[in-house]
């Protein structure tokens, strides 16, 4: 027997407009969607209904189990911990990133070590129907460390991976081509001093002349072979855009300079920015501005990074900053996002596609210096995945 819901008197936010409407589900899926009032189903009163979040780019799990430095937590509580503070959000698909590979330091640190542990709790818990969002397994692999390619070995056959990225934080480049922000990150962190810096550094940029180019070739061919989505981080050059082209790369994550950005959109990446970037206007490694990206029409999709309720943030914020319609907002953090890893049964609400929704409530604030339009700022009332309410 067939299973239905309505939805009615939402401002539904469509691939093409907002309409006030309803929304009918049945057996998980959209079935219809009708204008006009309504007095049947719940009624929404006016609330805005987007499609769920896609989220490809989430550090929080690594958060939720190391919540304190030298603390540990109970990995599978972190796994749900993570999955209901996404889902909170607005998050009904979500890729855990988990860091494989040696950190910038040189040091093999708890994160990477602890990658093969994180994804099989967050697997143990999605295969048990524990979990509000669907999940799945973003390998993040530092690519200059020298136990790299050993340690994806452990998510070649791993069936839950979906994206695989490659980076390389090494100082001089990338990410942190002005080698004075990682200066001033690793003395604020105790890790060195202004006399032994440069003693510091001299090892990590030995470590990627040897096995960044190495290993970024080997683990392409790898995800390949398996069909994984392939994404690069921080592309600062053309000629880093060119060789992630050769290499398959279907996603470029945060690249760090215009001409990078206009490289990823000539060869038809995705690019794909940090939400609190906006939010915060302008990114905290002094690379190029999100905002900036998207004023060029650079900017495809939007990730939560750090900051799990960012997205539908920024994306309101740009609303009522006249600077992006909601329509194209979803796009940024929904439908953009299922596209580019080959997920088309979601990330729009249109007939035939997953009922994955969010109910959003827009909470007006008044006008201030920065944003002379007032803000928008989004309150998530309801989160429903195949039409079944999680949060």
Not at 111 to 124: F, H, K, N, Q, T
């Amino acid at each position: 027997m067939s299973q239905e819901a309505v939805f009615s008197n939402a401002r539904i936010v469509g691939p093409e407009e907002v309409e006030d409407g309803s929304v009918l589900i049945r057996d998980g899926l959209i079935a219809d969607i009708s204008y006009g009032p309504s007095a049947v189903g719940e009624d929404l009163g006016g609330d805005y209904l987007l499609p769920g979040l896609v989220e490809l780019h989430t550090d929080h799990l690594e958060y939720h189990f190391i919540p304190r430095p030298g603390v540990q937590w109970d990995p599978l509580p972190a796994v749900l911990a993570c999955d209901a503070q996404l889902a909170a959000a607005g998050a009904t698909t979500v890729l855990d990133a988990v860091r494989i590979g040696s950190g910038s330091t040189g040091k093999r640190d708890v994160y990477s070590g602890s990658a093969r542990l994180l994804a099989d709790s967050v697997e143990l818990a999605a295969d048990a129907g524990l979990l509000r969002a669907d999940h799945g397994i973003h390998v993040r692999c530092e690519v200059s460390s020298e136990d790299c390619l050993d340690a994806f070995g452990q998510f070649t056959d791993d069936r839950h991976v979906q994206l695989v990225s490659l980076m390389d934080h090494t100082p001089g480049q990338r990410q942190y081509a002005d080698i004075e922000y990682f200066k001033r990150f690793h003395i604020g962190k105790g890790n060195v001093t202004e006399s032994t810096f440069d003693a510091f550094v001299a090892p990590l940029i030995e470590r990627s002349a040897r096995y960044s180019d190495v290993h970024r070739r080997a683990i392409a061919g790898l995800a390949s072979q398996r069909g994984i989505t392939l994404a690069t981080h921080d592309d600062a050059t053309e000629d880093h855009v060119a060789e992630s082209v050769a290499l398959g790369v279907r996603i470029s994550e945060f690249p760090t300079s215009v001409l990078a950005a206009e490289a990823a959109e000539k060869h038809g990446q995705h690019i794909v920015m940090g939400a609190p970037n906006i939010v915060r206007g302008g990114s905290q490694s002094g690379n190029v501005a999100a905002a900036d990206l998207l004023a060029l029409g650079l900017l495809h999709i939007l990730s939560s990074d750090y900051v799990p309720s960012s997205p539908l943030q920024a994306t309101f914020q740009l609303a009522a900053d006249g600077a992006l319609g909601l329509v194209d907002g979803a796009r940024l953090i929904s439908g953009n996002p299922a596209q580019a890893v080959g997920l088309e049964d979601r990330g729009q609400i249109a007939v035939g596609k997953r009922a994955d929704l969010v109910r959003v409530e827009a909470y007006d604030l008044p006008a201030t210096e920065r944003h002379p339009q007032g803000r928008r700022v989004p309150v998530v009332r309801g989160v429903y995945r195949r039409g079944a309410r999680v949060s």
